[in-house]
């Protein structure tokens, strides 16, 4: 990740001086915000340590107490010196419980056992220990180019040696990450199974005959069906764990482009961001609209307020006035606009051809074929590449039932991506209208190299809006771990996400206004993958780089 010297303010005011950006008011006055925001993190990263270590304490302590409670019951039981009162409850409520029913809430005994043994536990270890106060983040929103995500991205550059905690995500990679952890929890065999093992560990051995064992295994099932309750914060205390596990330290998480474009959407980020910014997480998010413009047609009402509630509790909401699209004010003052070849004429096509051919030679390698690895388990075959390099075309990439986790594969594994025959996009092509955009956000958003050849030029590239919506919500997808794209209507009707509302009511969401930001965001990034310093940039910011940094790098 590019070095930001003197945190985001520097950098930016550095940028305008050699003329890359033009001065703007209002990107100074969030670069200002986010440098203070960044001074304050040193401080409360040591604060975080400092928590966690007592906290890592605190847990450990509170499960040898809960481990002993368990064990005086259950010696209590095996000697049968409990009281002749509570035994017949107990018996009786025992005798309840073992009859099948079906309308009857499940597990009021054992509520009420886990809740007196958790009192007992406060009085004897004590409460939780509370987290330091986080410095308030920030919500970013504004126009299509108005600078959010380059904010974000110098202020996320900058935290790097700071805070051990620390991700950056996109909307739709934030999603389907969401919804892969959801979809583990809600393996119920395999839940079962840990549930199974984890208590079988240290349950079975103890020195009580067979019936305590049981009752002793069913008040452990029960603690950790309790805590799996509430699938969302169990989803959030994963969302930013690395893959080498616990690190002590504070959280920060750079959300790049905010919306609710469902249901789904909403339930989700309300769970999951509530979750983290309640345990100390700072939030810097971007979005093209303000936190209560966001659901503009009322879906879950109520979840969404308090979601908005505890967004303005921990962030600074900040307006990005500006009517400029600075990406095309770049581009315009730039001399290189080698990467997008339109039309399709055979002097472009001959010029897209050579560039290939130039890039695989820079190369030094031979074209192949690949086969990448996509979330829930299902593969892509990528006809060309080479050395970081691949070429598709605009059909094999849109004209199929694919989508953002296949994009993403795309973009962490190329640094260069050709996309050939781009036709002008209207409403007969919706579906693949859509994919497109969602393509060109993956590959912005992971800082690939990209190269085009299109039927006309990149303002043009969106037509025939007057003959309907181009986006459409019953096409999005919503893929699963093994199974085919589905759609969000179909997941809706199987009720496993409550609408609060009819489809029809959701679908009306993405239209008008909301499709205008979708297509002018896509052409606004189109525009800015051709200057110079989008492309500068790519050496050093893209994973490819990233993970090898001596090999492939010359």
């Known amino acids: 990740m590019v070095s930001v010297l003197g945190g985001p303010l520097a950098y930016y005011k550095s940028l305008v001086n050699q003329g890359k950006l033009k001065h703007d008011p209002y990107q100074e006055k969030v670069a200002l915000e986010l440098d203070s925001l960044l001074g304050r993190l040193d401080q409360y990263e040591k604060d975080m340590e400092e928590y966690h270590a007592n906290l890592a304490k605190w847990e450990e302590n509170r499960e040898n107490e809960r481990r002993r409670l368990l064990m005086e019951e259950a010696k209590s039981k095996q000697q049968g010196d409990a009281l002749t009162s509570i035994n017949k409850r107990r018996n009786m409520f025992q005798k309840w419980m073992s009859r099948k029913f079906d309308n009857v809430e499940p597990g009021v005994g054992k509520w009420v056992s886990y809740l007196n043994r958790e009192k007992k536990l406060d009085s004897l270890v004590g409460k939780r220990p509370t987290a330091p106060p986080a410095p308030k983040g920030l919500y970013i929103y504004g126009n299509v180019g108005s600078g959010k995500t380059m904010l974000m991205d110098m202020f996320y550059s900058a935290t790097e040696g700071i805070v051990q905690h620390r991700r950056r995500l996109h909307f739709h990679e934030a999603m389907l990450q969401i919804h892969d952890l959801m979809h583990k929890v809600w393996k119920s065999q395999e839940m079962e199974k840990s549930l199974q093992s984890s208590i079988s560990n240290w349950v079975m051995n103890l020195p009580f005959d067979t019936k305590i064992k049981e009752w002793l295994a069913e008040e452990e099932r029960y603690k950790q069906e309790m805590k799996m309750k509430n699938i969302l914060p169990a989803v959030a205390d994963k969302f930013l764990v690395d893959r080498q596990g616990y690190q002590r330290g504070s959280s920060i998480l750079c959300f790049d482009e905010i919306q609710t474009v469902d249901v789904f959407a909403i339930v ?150 050709f996309i050939g025959d781009i036709p002008v996009m209207s409403m007969r092509i919706r579906d693949k209208a859509r994919r497109f955009i969602t393509l060109v956000d993956e590959l912005y958003n992971h800082h690939c190299r990209l190269y085009c050849s299109a039927a006309t030029s990149v303002d043009d590239l969106f037509q025939g809006t007057e003959e309907g919506t181009l986006f459409d919500l019953e096409s999005f997808q919503f893929e699963t771990e093994t199974e085919n794209p589905r759609l969000r209507r179909d997941v809706l009707a199987e009720g496993n996400v409550s609408s609060g509302g009819t489809t029809t009511g959701i679908i009306s969401l993405l239209s008008g206004q909301e499709e205008m930001f ?37």
């Open 518 to 554: 979708a297509f002018r965001r896509a052409v606004s990034r189109l525009i800015e993958m051709q200057t110079p310093l989008y492309l500068e940039g790519v050496s050093y910011l893209h994973p490819y780089f990233q993970e090898k940094p001596t090999e492939n790098q010359s």
């Open 268 to 417: 989700a980020l309300s769970g999951i961001v509530s979750r983290l910014l309640s345990t100390g997480t700072v939030l810097v998010a971007t979005s093209n609209r303000a936190p209560r413009d966001l659901n503009q047609d009322g879906m879950q009402r109520e979840i969404f307020q308090e979601f908005i509630a505890r967004l303005e509790e921990h962030c600074e909401i900040i307006l990005i006035g500006s009517e400029i699209d600075y990406r095309r004010h770049i581009a315009e003052s730039s001399i290189d606009q080698t990467h997008y070849f339109w039309p399709l004429d055979s002097n472009k096509i001959k010029e897209y051809e050579n560039m290939w051919s130039l890039v695989v030679s820079q190369s030094g390698g031979r074209i192949t074929s690949q086969t990448l690895p996509v979330m829930f388990g299902r593969t892509l075959e990528v006809p060309e590449s080479c050395n970081g390099a691949a070429r598709f075309t605009f059909e094999y990439l849109c004209g199929r039932p694919i989508g953002a986790a296949d994009y993403i594969a795309i973009a962490k594994t190329y640094h260069t991506v």
